[in-house]
């Protein structure tokens, strides 16, 4: 089963790199040479022509695949965002909603820019889609890279463990390796932290991560909620949960993950990783291993939270994050979070 699953997380990293290379709209040169300036200039004239060109092209197109759907998506994704950020509906572009429409169709995504169109499908060098053209965008952009990767490769695993639950040499070495692959996404936020002000992402950034209303139904824009973390809380402590704030966010936050990823949350059955741990299903060094990895998980919380805070204070009052949250929802992830590292230190104090 690990194996399997780990092959399964290569494929679909794979899968989202050939994505980033992909540029069926012909959009390279756009992005590289009028994009950023269109948004300078708020020249919603330009940004509209070309937001109803590539539409045209994108309902023209017969037999996508999945993955030149979803590098549509990405591109079409950026010109809706910048178009709806400068005040211009997506009702008021021709084509683009239908577009949008018909790609979420074949990617069976959400009909708009995610966190994953954003980063993981976004390609590097010249090549890179961005708002703002900044250096700070592009480191942004790059971390947000890393981090999806990281929690991604982790939530495989925990899935597999929570499924499974074996009790093995290979499963000791594999929660090791949850452990180095998040220290990518701790690394990462720790370079948002420090090269990123609140003014710069709040005032520069974040207006580009509208909500969108398409057919009645609101869609955030890309946020921290969309990432795999929210499928490794599921699989360590989460399964047990009934509290109605937390499901809400569980099931809001899964609908903007790829169909690979939201089938590894309907994988999950039983209890959680960490009530196993106090049932006696699951080893004393078994709790040691996930004990150090929930207090990974908080190094990564802590400042995460911290920046959160900040960037609501340089904002008005009652405003909420790109994914459509206060900070709330962070308290409630954080006390979740610590009380699963209280829960397993009562384990290893009886042991």
């Known amino acids: ?57 994108t309902l023209n197109a017969e037999g996508l ?50 966190v994953y169109s954003y ?31 990281s929690t991604t490769e982790v939530a495989y695993v ?3 463990l929570a499924m499974e639950a074996s009790e093995s040499v290979s499963t000791s070495r594999r929660i090791n390796q949850c452990a180095q692959a998040f220290e990518g996404m701790v690394n990462a936020m720790a370079e948002v932290r420090r090269a990123i002000s609140p003014e710069f992402f709040t005032n520069i950034l974040r207006p580009y991560f509208p909500p969108m209303e398409i057919d009645g139904v609101t869609y955030f824009g890309p946020g921290g909620a969309q990432m795999p973390l929210v499928l490794i809380d599921l699989a360590l402590w989460g399964s047990d949960i009934q509290e109605r704030n937390y499901l809400l966010y569980l099931q809001d936050n899964l609908r903007y993950l790829p169909p690979e990823l939201r089938q590894l949350a309907l994988d999950i059955n039983g209890q959680s990783l960490v009530t196993r741990v ?29 920046t959160a805070v900040e960037n609501m204070q340089v ?22 979070t610590y009380e699963s590292k209280e829960r397993l230190s009562a384990v290893l104090d009886r042991s």
Do not use: W
């Open 65 to 114: 695949t999945v993955n030149q759907a979803r590098a549509c998506m990405r591109d079409l994704g950026f010109l809706g965002a910048a178009l709806v950020t400068h005040g211009i509906g997506l009702e008021e572009t021709p084509g683009l909603k239908e577009a949008l429409n018909k790609l979420s169709g074949i990617t069976q995504e959400v009909p708009r820019d995610t």
């Open 119 to 149: 980063s993981l499908r976004n390609p590097e060098g010249e090549r890179m889609r961005t708002f703002t053209g900044t250096d700070e965008e592009r480191l942004f952009i790059m971390a947000t890279k890393r981090g999806v990767v």
């Open 1 to 57: 089963m690990i194996e399997r699953l780990r092959s399964n997380y290569v494929e679909v990293l794979q899968q989202e790199t050939e994505v980033a290379q992909l540029d069926p709209l012909n959009l390279d040169l756009f992005f590289k040479a009028k994009f950023v300036d269109a948004n300078t200039r708020k020249d919603t004239v330009l940004l509209s022509q070309q937001a109803t060109q590539s539409s045209e092209v």
């Open 315 to 336: 904002r008005p009052e009652g405003a909420k994050g790109s994914g459509g949250y206060d900070t709330q929802v962070l308290d409630l992830l954080m006390a979740k």
């Open 158 to 160: 925990l899935q597999d």
């Open 278 to 306: 106090e049932n006696g299903q699951l080893s004393t060094e078994f709790a040691k291993e996930l004990y150090s990895l929930t207090n990974l998980l908080l190094r990564f919380r802590n400042p995460h939270y911290k």
